[in-house]
């Protein structure tokens, strides 16, 4: 009788050790193993690759600061997914291979420090997060995962299929080209875009964002605007002064950004579309 107990009991120990084992987060999500480790995201709500290729492309011809190259583009959802990756050129190698990766950051920059009522452009952190700012470790803060962003195959990137398309990068690029994206006053994800100037990054991105229609902000952000235009709440601030005491240099408003190529062939900031409300 004693063995057979000892028996009974070894198989509630399995039985119990696999209901524990299906209930854990190795077995939680059945969808995301058959992904390979993609997560769910709010990707349907926002632009897909077609026609974030599309807006970039109009952008690229119509802004033509900088040294108007061809640009990279990356949406990715509120919880930081990526949805789309986009070139305006050819093909992958028209543009700067390295801009990939940095608009993907951008976007994911953006994404991690504006809400639905606080914009902040990745230009606007330019200053902040330089040496002696009181935002400077952001980056160290929160590193990009590289085996997203160097996930092959090559010759996806940029494509519907680019290897960083479901998962999350990580990181963060604080100079000009990335934004916050709003739909009817809330922030639904965000925007990055690389390859040229940040200055033109700013630009491009900008001029993208307003193509999809995703710079629907609420009412609110035109009180605090960050950049002083309630036009243009998260714009990029031209207000860099040489810094008496060295460093990268000082801003009045304290969310500046430096010219770019010395101030030539810079782009108009006070040109670029306004924003909704």
Excluded at 21 to 27: D, G, I, K, N, R
Excluded at 163 to 180: C, D, H, K, N
Aim: net charge neutral; glycine share 12%; hydrophobic share 35%.
């Amino acid at each position: 009788m004693k063995t057979v107990a000892n028996q009974r009991r070894s198989w509630m120990v399995l039985i119990l050790s696999g209901l524990c084992l299906l209930a854990s987060p190795v077995f939680a999500d059945d969808d995301e193993r058959r992904r390979g480790g993609r997560e769910a995201s709010q990707c349907k709500h926002l632009p897909n690759h077609h026609a974030l290729r599309t807006a970039l492309q109009d952008a690229v011809a119509e802004e033509t600061s900088g040294y108007d190259f061809h640009m990279w583009a990356t949406i990715i959802d509120r919880d930081g997914i990526v949805c789309a990756v986009a070139f305006s050129g050819a093909d992958r190698h028209s543009q700067l291979l390295g801009a990939r990766v940095i608009s993907a950051q951008k976007a994911n920059a953006a994404n991690s420090f504006s809400t639905d009522l606080f914009a902040v452009s990745t230009a606007n952190s330019y200053t902040l997060t330089q040496p002696g700012g009181w935002g400077y470790g952001l980056l160290q803060g929160n590193p990009v995962d590289t085996d997203v962003i160097y996930k092959g195959p090559a010759r996806r990137f940029g494509k519907r299929n680019d290897p960083m398309t479901g998962r999350r990068v990580g990181g963060g690029i604080f100079f000009g080209g990335g934004l916050a994206l709003y739909d009817g006053g809330k922030m639904v994800g965000a925007l990055g875009a690389g390859g040229d100037t940040p200055c033109a990054d700013h630009m491009i991105a900008w001029r993208v964002r307003h193509a999809l229609s995703l710079d629907e902000f609420n009412p609110l952000v035109a009180f605090f605007p960050t950049s002083g235009d309630p036009d243009r709440p998260d714009n990029i601030v031209y207000d860099v002064v040489p810094n008496p005491n060295g460093g990268a240099g000082f801003s009045p408003s304290g969310v500046g950004h430096t010219d770019c190529l010395g101030g030539f062939n810079q782009g108009d900031e006070t040109a670029l579309p306004k924003v909704r409300y």
